[in-house]
């Protein structure tokens, strides 16, 4: 898994880290591929609650991992702290602390992406990933 210089553990989003890589490795069942989503389990633990909720590198990303491999009740305990959150703050988190009250609707950065993660687990086998 991909690391950041500064971060002191594996970058976790779709497209620059283990949800993404993850989500790969499912689809793609190439040779090594059950070692990779192993990791990408393990990479995705450490971070129990990564900062932004957005899908393309925040929990949304890591929801939508969660489901591709069929652990259901991971994806949905993710998106419960999720909701949690914006709760109590009174926003899903989009992007860095200091733009924490900037609103998003685009898909990838935006609450489109979480309402649409939000969808997919309701409804996993006829809600399409449009990640694939």
Do not use: W
Not at 4 to 21: D, F
Not at 103 to 122: D, Q
């Amino acid at each position: 898994m991909r690391r950041n210089k500064n971060a002191t553990s594996h970058i976790t989003g779709y497209c620059s880290g283990a949800p993404g890589i993850g989500i790969n490795a499912l689809n793609l069942k190439y040779d090594g591929a059950d070692q990779i989503i192993n990791k990408t389990i393990d990479s995705i633990n450490n971070e129990q609650l990564l900062y932004k909720d957005i899908l393309c590198c925040g929990n949304s990303s890591v929801v939508e991992f969660f489901i591709q491999a069929g652990m259901y009740e991971e994806a949905r305990k993710r998106m419960s702290l999720m909701i949690q959150r914006a709760d109590i703050n009174g926003y899903f988190n989009l992007f860095n602390e200091r733009l924490r009250y900037v609103y998003s609707s685009s898909l990838f950065y935006g609450v489109t992406g979480i309402a649409y993660t939000m969808l997919r687990i309701l409804d996993p086998e006829n809600i399409e990933s449009v990640l694939l």
